[in-house]
């Protein structure tokens, strides 16, 4: 059975391409197809009537506005690129558009052709600064009312400029400048063998004597009283470490009260057959 879409085709972006020339006419700055994508470059101020044509032109037809994105690039002289990214339904076939802009030049809103663009034009410039001409409501949209700065720029710093808590005296949030002290700040340069200085739960047990040769942080001198208080006692003397034949070790009081297994010698004939 027929898919009742076409399927994705990679030979459909030159297609896309010469469609989009005949279209736009002088909106368009530039086109290229990299790595299976097609990018249009569109002139900033003139970008609601090129969506315009991208969307009802016949052979593109592009219906529906899925995201809208920033590039910060802060060496250019308009540092910013904000990327459009549309779908045509009816071919199966997804573009770029791109426009460039810097902090101060806005960009035209296209939230009366896709109602979708006012939070993501929000999102842009809560994030990178973009400013869009035409959206009702650009605030932020991610960071609070109150944040400084852009989050996404490149020279922005990445600890911020402020933090924020609750505070149970005022009973509301408050600012304060950023202080770094987090625990992953604190290094500490020893051995991994020996261990940090501090003791975390469960180091109790560490302090019991290992077996000798064992991995443990105790001292020399204490691991050699710990072997010598569990050495075991030394036999008599004169025994030279053994004991004397046909008696038992001493201190098993039983054993030595029962006399000693009489050598049994056999007899003649023992041992054969009769």
Same mark, same amino acid.
């Given at each position: ?99 460039? +802009? ?8 296209? +939230? ?32 609070? !009312? ?69 991995? +443990? ?25 053994? !004991? ?31």
């Amino acid at each position: 059975m027929r898919a009742p879409a076409p399927a994705y085709a990679a030979d459909l972006n030159g297609e896309t391409i010469e469609t989009a020339r005949t279209a736009l006419g002088g909106l368009l700055i530039r086109a290229q197809d990299r790595v299976g994508e097609v990018a249009l470059y569109i002139d900033r101020d003139r970008l609601v009537d090129a969506m315009e044509l991208l969307r009802t032109a016949p052979g593109l037809e592009y219906q529906q506005l899925m995201e809208v994105a920033g590039v910060d690039y802060p060496d250019r002289p308009e540092r910013f690129e904000v990327v459009y990214m549309l779908l045509s339904l009816t071919r199966n076939h997804r573009i770029q558009v791109r426009v460039t +802009t810097d902090e101060d030049a806005p960009v035209p809103s296209v +939230t009366d052709i896709w109602p979708v663009a006012g939070w993501l034009e929000r999102e842009v410039y809560d994030l990178f600064g973009v400013l869009f001409e035409g959206n009702r409501d650009l605030r932020r949209i991610l960071t609070d !009312y109150g944040f400084r700065g852009h989050p996404l720029r490149k020279d922005f710093p990445q600890t911020g400029y402020v933090e924020m808590r609750y505070s149970e005296e005022e009973k509301r949030v408050v600012y304060e400048p950023v202080k770094l002290a987090q625990d992953y700040r604190n290094f500490e340069f020893q051995s991994p063998w020996e261990g940090a200085a501090y003791q975390l739960p469960g180091d109790e047990k560490g302090q019991v004597p290992q077996a000798k040769g064992a991995q +443990t942080p105790l001292s020399a001198d204490t691991i050699a009283k710990a072997d010598a208080a569990k050495a075991p006692a030394q036999a008599p003397a004169g025994t030279s470490g053994s !004991y004397a034949k046909g008696t038992n070790p001493p201190g098993d009081a039983a054993a030595n009260a029962r006399p000693a297994d009489p050598q049994v010698v056999p007899t003649k004939g023992q041992g054969q057959n009769q």
